[in-house]
Structures are given as structure tokens and as C-alpha cells.
């Protein structure tokens, strides 16, 4: 089968969900049962001729053409059924990531035995109702920060004898952002930075004094919401608080030399969600890319990503342009 795997993979090559699995994306051969019926048919052949018995005749051309239905059986058990990729969420290193999957039956009658298999897991089985689906969920360490492909993904059956395997690749476009591991022993930055285009000059977005309402951010905390203003009908408003003892923060590539560059994206992981925590205001600088001071999920969601997608030699690249 290797040969065929390697031929599959020249022609099909990854691409966007849903798949529909058409007559010649589905192949099928025999599993090791279905050797040995065969073997056993032969053996059972050679017998009848050797006493020219007709039963003999009889009984193996029926198990035959119960072997070539089954097969038939199992071809059109996976025949226009179609797999479609659901969202993926991001994890972080030395998680597991999973990978969702839906397959969906568009015909009037059940299919029993249909897995999905990763490349290195063990296949995951379920029957599909008439005109229904079913879920699958399969997961692969990430051990490593940035874009983990699930890699090739076998739908397959073995329905209804066993004697018969049939199977199709698929190979999707989608990633799994894996986030830096948060780990590092500094404490977050202490001076207090400038927050251009917040509004809040050198204040901190803080939860004491208040200082006026501004535009709503997406990201920005539904409890800071002004509902007052938005049943008065002025639009989505958000109150603005200062308070000098919580400032606004910078979280620097530049702030943790000497260390290497993969333990500065730790600290730096660890600080984005520090300061999330504590609901500070907060901006990302790295070599080649500045994120604008911000907080809310939305923010922190952008600020993992950029470290999770930092790549040294891009960032050399631009200094030198």
C-alpha cells in the first residue's frame, strides 16, 4: 500500500473542507481475512475438481459472490459520503491539539462502520444515520510552537464481512496555531509606558478614578460597557478609569536579553497572560513588529499568535530591508 499512498499524495493535495468522496478517491483491497477466504476458496476449487463433486462447485461460486458483494458492500459504504474539518482551537506547547471532524451521510439509508484514522492513531469508529452525521475527534501533540498540520487522514471500512478494506485520503488546509509554553521566572515590567491612541496619555486603562466614556474596541470587557449610554441610544460606549498605580505596560522583546530566543518567547507568553489576568493594558514589541497597547481577548489572542508565528530570520530579513 505504500506505493499507492505515495501516488495518492502526488494527486491530491491539500485543500479546503468539505471533501466528497467520489468513485476515484476510494480505493479497496483485501484485508488478511480476506486472503484467507481467498486461499480457502482455491483450496475448496481444487478439492471439487479432484472428485468432480457438484456440491463442491455449488458451495464455493456461493461464497464467491458472497465475497464480491461484500466487496461491492464495502466500496459503497464510503461512496459520496462527505468529511468536512470543523474550527480548531489553539493550544499551546507540549498540549494536545485536536483536530474535529464531521462526516456526513447525504443518503436514505444508514452506513455502518466508518472510522477515521490519523496517521499515527488508532482509527475511531461510528455508524452514520440515514441522511445524518457523525463526529470525530483525533489529536497530535504539539510539541513545538507555530503550525501543526493534522497531516493525512484516512476514512475508512471494513463493512459488512471484513473481508474488504476500503479507504480514501484526505489532507486538509487547516492549522492549529501552537502558542509558545508560558514559562519564565521574571515578573512583569515595572516602568509605566506611553499608550498612544488609547486615549489615556500616560495613565493606565485602570479600575478607580473615573475619566469619561470612549468608542467601544472589540475585545473591550462587557463589564465596562456603559449600558446607560446604550439605552439612550449614543451608541456602544465603554468607561475609561485611570489609576497611576496600574500602568499601562510594554512587553519587549528587548527587555530579556541575554536569554536565547526561544526562553524570551516563554517570558513573554507567560507576561501576555499575566497581564491578562490582571486586566492591564498592554502592548507587544518584537523584532520587526510592534502590537499597539490593548486589552481583551481579541488582544490576547493576536499578541500569542504573533509569538507563536515569530520567526527569526523574517524578522532579520526586514531589518536588512
Not at 491539539?97 to 456526513?104: E, G, I
Not at 501543526?148 to 484526505?170: D, E, K, N
Request: with cysteine; net charge positive.
Amino acid at each position: 500500500m505504500a506505493w499507492i499512498e505515495a501516488w495518492a499524495t502526488r494527486r491530491y493535495r491539500p485543500q479546503r473542507s468539505p471533501v466528497r468522496l467520489d468513485r476515484q478517491r476510494i480505493y479497496i483491497l483485501p484485508t488478511g481475512y480476506g486472503y484467507l477466504f481467498a486461499l480457502l476458496l482455491l483450496v475448496m476449487f481444487l478439492w471439487a475438481i479432484n472428485y468432480n463433486n457438484s456440491m463442491g462447485f455449488a458451495l464455493t461460486f456461493l461464497l464467491a459472490a458472497v465475497a464480491l458483494n461484500a466487496m461491492w458492500r464495502s466500496h459503497g459504504n464510503l461512496l459520496e459520503l462527505q468529511v468536512q474539518m470543523g474550527s480548531i482551537d489553539p493550544v499551546f506547547a507540549g498540549q494536545a491539539a485536536s483536530f474535529s471532524y464531521s462526516v456526513t451521510n447525504p443518503d436514505p439509508y444508514p452506513r455502518y462502520g466508518i472510522a477515521l484514522q490519523g496517521k499515527h492513531g488508532l482509527p475511531q469508529y461510528a455508524d452514520l444515520p440515514a441522511q445524518g452525521a457523525a463526529g470525530f475527534t483525533l489529536t497530535m501533540p504539539a510539541a513545538r510552537r507555530g503550525l501543526l498540520r493534522p497531516g493525512r487522514l484516512q476514512v475508512l471500512t471494513r463493512f459488512p464481512l471484513g473481508l474488504f478494506q476500503a479507504w480514501s485520503w484526505l489532507e486538509f488546509e487547516q492549522t492549529c496555531i501552537v502558542y509558545p509554553q508560558p514559562r519564565g521566572r521574571r515578573p512583569l515590567p515595572s516602568q509605566a509606558a506611553s499608550l498612544p491612541g488609547s486615549g489615556a496619555g500616560e495613565w493606565g486603562m485602570g479600575s478607580e478614578d473615573y475619566a469619561g466614556l470612549r468608542a467601544y474596541v472589540p475585545g473591550d470587557s462587557p463589564r465596562h460597557i456603559a449600558w446607560k449610554a446604550v439605552a439612550q441610544g449614543r451608541g456602544l460606549l465603554v468607561k475609561r478609569f485611570t489609576d497611576q498605580s496600574r500602568p499601562g505596560l510594554w512587553l519587549d522583546w528587548e527587555l530579556l536579553a541575554p536569554e536565547q530566543g526561544e526562553a524570551r518567547l516563554a517570558q513573554l507568553c507567560q507576561w501576555v497572560l499575566k497581564a491578562e489576568a490582571e486586566e492591564r493594558e498592554y502592548g507587544l514589541r518584537l523584532p520587526g513588529l510592534v502590537l499597539s497597547p490593548g486589552s481583551g481577548e481579541q488582544h490576547r489572542r493576536r499578541c500569542l499568535e504573533a509569538l507563536a508565528l515569530y520567526s527569526p530570520s523574517a524578522s532579520a530579513a526586514n531589518d536588512r530591508g
